[in-house]
Structures are given as C-alpha cells and as structure tokens.
C-alpha cells in the first residue's frame, strides 16, 4: 500500500505529461518541485520562506523549467495561466522552525483558488497533516470545505489510514472533470 506523499505523486503521474503546466503551492525542500520539473514543461514553485526557496533551487538546479515564487499559495492565481496539477504539501519546512506552518485562511483561499485553475481532467492534490493544531485547523477547514465543492465540475477523494495512531496525514485529491 502506498503512504499519503507516494500516492500524491502518483495520482499527479497519472495526470500529467510533458506539456504540462503544474504548480507546487509549498515548495518546501523541494521535493515535490523537483517531482514535478522531471514530468512538465512548466512548474511554478511557491513558498514564504526564503530558505525554502533557496533549498529548493539547490535542488532543482538542473532544471530550467521553473519559476519560484516567493509568496503564500493564496496568490496561486497570479501566475494568471491554467494548469493541469497542483500538490499542497502542508505543515512546515523540514529542519526548520515547527512554529511557521501553513495556516488555515491562506490554504483555503489557495485550494479554492487552485482548483478554478484546472484545466478538464487536471488535478490538484492536498496532503494535510492533522497531528498539530495548525494541521488540525487546516484539516477541518478542508473538510468543511471540501464536500461543498460542485459535483458536477469535480471529483473529490479523501484517501487515509484509519489504523494508524498519532493523526498520520490525509491527502485530499480534487479532479476537474468538466469546466
């Protein structure tokens, strides 16, 4: 069985190709950035913290195809183009401060956002981490806001563990179906 970040990649795999145009709404170390760079012609790579930037560039060097944004996702819009994925990778940067984690209003404001964005048949996946306050928040929020969402313009999949102790993560997979 596939852990909550594999089946994230895998889901984004099976949607994109080398025409795409994806997003990585919280960059982070770069890992999903540069997930990401090896499938499409174009990532945008968002993040808050210079040193998630930084990290990420590090990464990625190699790749030429994509720009860094250093703002909140809740500005995803600003690229001003459609895309066919998006992964929110929750929480806060590894070997960083615990303190400085996405917080419910921007991620919402990203995610409802983001998901406008799509492209038909293009998907934006969320990986929540609901074993602190703030992932708790977010993931509540999400769960407020997500089966809300119009049935008939996507598909909305929640996919967890349900026998795992300490809140393991919960990845959120929203696909646009029509437009």
């Known amino acids: 069985m596939e852990k909550i970040l594999s089946m994230a990649h895998t889901i984004l795999k099976n949607h994109l190709n ?16 540069l997930f990401l760079a090896k499938i499409c012609k174009k990532v945008y790579a968002f993040d808050i913290q210079i040193d998630a930037i930084n990290m990420t560039k590090e990464r990625c060097k190699e790749y030429q195809n994509i720009e860094y944004l250093l703002k909140s996702h809740e500005y995803i819009s600003d690229i001003g183009e459609k895309v066919d994925g998006i992964i929110f990778n929750l929480g806060y940067l590894p070997t960083k401060s615990h303190t400085l984690t996405t917080l419910l209003p921007s991620t919402i404001a990203g995610v409802t956002k983001g998901i406008k964005m799509l492209n ?40 967890e563990f349900i026998n795992q102790v300490n809140d393991p993560p919960i990845l959120y997979i929203i696909e646009r179906i029509s437009l």
Not at 22 to 28: F, L, N, P, V, Y
């Open 18 to 33: 080398n025409n795409s145009i994806a997003i990585d709404a919280t960059c982070g170390k770069g890992n999903d950035t």
């Open 120 to 159: 038909k048949g293009g998907v934006c996946v969320v990986v929540a981490y609901p074993g602190c306050p703030s992932g708790r928040e977010e993931n509540e929020g999400l769960m407020e806001l997500l089966p809300g969402i119009d049935q008939h313009e996507f598909e909305v999949v929640k996919y």
